[in-house]
Nanobody, 121 residues
Protein backbone atom coordinates (compact mmCIF):
# COMPACT_ATOMS: atom_id res chain seq x y z
CA UNK A 1 0.00 0.00 0.00
CA UNK A 2 1.37 3.39 -1.02
CA UNK A 3 2.08 5.91 1.68
CA UNK A 4 2.80 9.55 0.86
CA UNK A 5 4.09 12.03 3.42
CA UNK A 6 4.21 15.72 2.56
CA UNK A 7 6.26 18.38 4.27
CA UNK A 8 7.31 21.98 3.73
CA UNK A 9 4.05 23.83 4.14
CA UNK A 10 3.55 26.99 6.14
CA UNK A 11 2.89 30.70 6.12
CA UNK A 12 4.68 32.87 3.58
CA UNK A 13 4.36 36.47 2.44
CA UNK A 14 3.23 37.32 -1.09
CA UNK A 15 6.16 37.06 -3.46
CA UNK A 16 7.89 34.51 -1.27
CA UNK A 17 8.94 30.93 -1.98
CA UNK A 18 8.39 27.51 -0.48
CA UNK A 19 9.40 24.01 -1.43
CA UNK A 20 7.13 21.08 -0.74
CA UNK A 21 8.44 17.54 -0.48
CA UNK A 22 6.56 14.26 -0.70
CA UNK A 23 8.25 11.02 0.26
CA UNK A 24 6.64 7.84 -1.02
CA UNK A 25 6.91 4.38 0.49
CA UNK A 26 5.38 1.01 -0.27
CA UNK A 27 5.65 1.47 -4.04
CA UNK A 28 8.18 1.14 -6.83
CA UNK A 29 8.53 4.90 -7.21
CA UNK A 30 10.05 4.63 -10.70
CA UNK A 31 6.79 3.15 -12.00
CA UNK A 32 4.46 5.81 -10.59
CA UNK A 33 3.30 9.11 -11.99
CA UNK A 34 3.46 11.78 -9.30
CA UNK A 35 1.45 14.95 -8.92
CA UNK A 36 0.55 17.82 -6.64
CA UNK A 37 -3.07 18.93 -6.20
CA UNK A 38 -4.52 21.69 -4.08
CA UNK A 39 -7.84 22.52 -2.56
CA UNK A 40 -8.87 25.91 -1.25
CA UNK A 41 -11.92 26.39 1.02
CA UNK A 42 -15.11 26.17 -1.02
CA UNK A 43 -13.26 25.01 -4.13
CA UNK A 44 -12.81 21.66 -5.78
CA UNK A 45 -9.46 19.94 -5.67
CA UNK A 46 -7.39 20.89 -8.72
CA UNK A 47 -4.26 19.52 -10.36
CA UNK A 48 -1.34 21.89 -9.86
CA UNK A 49 1.52 19.96 -11.44
CA UNK A 50 2.36 16.44 -12.53
CA UNK A 51 5.49 14.51 -13.44
CA UNK A 52 5.17 11.18 -15.21
CA UNK A 53 7.60 8.30 -15.03
CA UNK A 54 9.40 9.62 -18.11
CA UNK A 55 9.67 13.07 -16.45
CA UNK A 56 7.05 14.71 -18.64
CA UNK A 57 5.62 17.61 -16.67
CA UNK A 58 2.34 19.46 -16.82
CA UNK A 59 1.16 22.57 -14.97
CA UNK A 60 -1.99 24.44 -14.09
CA UNK A 61 -1.99 27.58 -16.22
CA UNK A 62 -2.04 29.91 -13.22
CA UNK A 63 1.21 28.47 -11.82
CA UNK A 64 3.22 28.15 -15.03
CA UNK A 65 6.51 29.98 -14.74
CA UNK A 66 6.24 30.14 -10.94
CA UNK A 67 6.05 26.49 -9.81
CA UNK A 68 8.36 23.64 -10.73
CA UNK A 69 7.73 19.96 -10.08
CA UNK A 70 10.64 17.56 -9.96
CA UNK A 71 11.22 14.02 -8.87
CA UNK A 72 14.25 12.37 -7.31
CA UNK A 73 13.72 8.68 -7.92
CA UNK A 74 16.69 7.60 -5.81
CA UNK A 75 14.99 9.17 -2.78
CA UNK A 76 11.39 8.24 -3.67
CA UNK A 77 10.63 11.93 -3.46
CA UNK A 78 8.73 14.48 -5.51
CA UNK A 79 9.14 18.21 -4.95
CA UNK A 80 7.15 21.30 -5.74
CA UNK A 81 9.20 24.49 -5.81
CA UNK A 82 6.84 27.43 -5.52
CA UNK A 83 8.11 30.94 -6.27
CA UNK A 84 6.39 34.31 -6.50
CA UNK A 85 3.59 33.05 -4.32
CA UNK A 86 0.26 34.84 -4.40
CA UNK A 87 -2.62 34.93 -1.88
CA UNK A 88 -4.68 32.89 -4.33
CA UNK A 89 -2.18 30.05 -3.96
CA UNK A 90 -3.44 29.56 -0.41
CA UNK A 91 -4.76 26.02 -0.11
CA UNK A 92 -4.08 22.57 1.24
CA UNK A 93 -1.60 20.89 -1.09
CA UNK A 94 -1.81 17.14 -1.60
CA UNK A 95 0.68 14.71 -3.06
CA UNK A 96 -0.75 12.03 -5.35
CA UNK A 97 0.62 8.92 -7.01
CA UNK A 98 -0.76 6.64 -9.69
CA UNK A 99 0.76 3.53 -11.17
CA UNK A 100 1.74 4.48 -14.71
CA UNK A 101 0.04 1.41 -16.12
CA UNK A 102 -3.27 2.86 -14.92
CA UNK A 103 -2.76 6.24 -16.57
CA UNK A 104 -5.95 7.41 -18.26
CA UNK A 105 -8.21 5.14 -16.20
CA UNK A 106 -10.61 6.08 -13.42
CA UNK A 107 -8.41 4.47 -10.80
CA UNK A 108 -8.13 7.01 -7.98
CA UNK A 109 -4.52 6.45 -7.01
CA UNK A 110 -3.19 7.32 -3.57
CA UNK A 111 -3.12 10.57 -1.62
CA UNK A 112 -1.03 12.12 1.07
CA UNK A 113 -2.54 13.79 4.11
CA UNK A 114 -2.02 17.29 2.77
CA UNK A 115 -0.02 20.29 3.90
CA UNK A 116 -1.35 23.82 4.38
CA UNK A 117 0.09 26.71 2.42
CA UNK A 118 -1.01 30.19 3.46
CA UNK A 119 0.14 33.20 1.49
CA UNK A 120 -0.57 36.36 3.41
CA UNK A 121 1.07 39.55 4.60
Amino acid sequence: QAQLVESGGGLVQPGGSLRLSCVASGINFNLYDMAWYRQAPGNERELVASATTDATTNYLDSVKGRFTISRENAKNTVYLQMNSLKPEDTAIYYCHCLYSGLRGTQFPGNWGQGTQITVSS
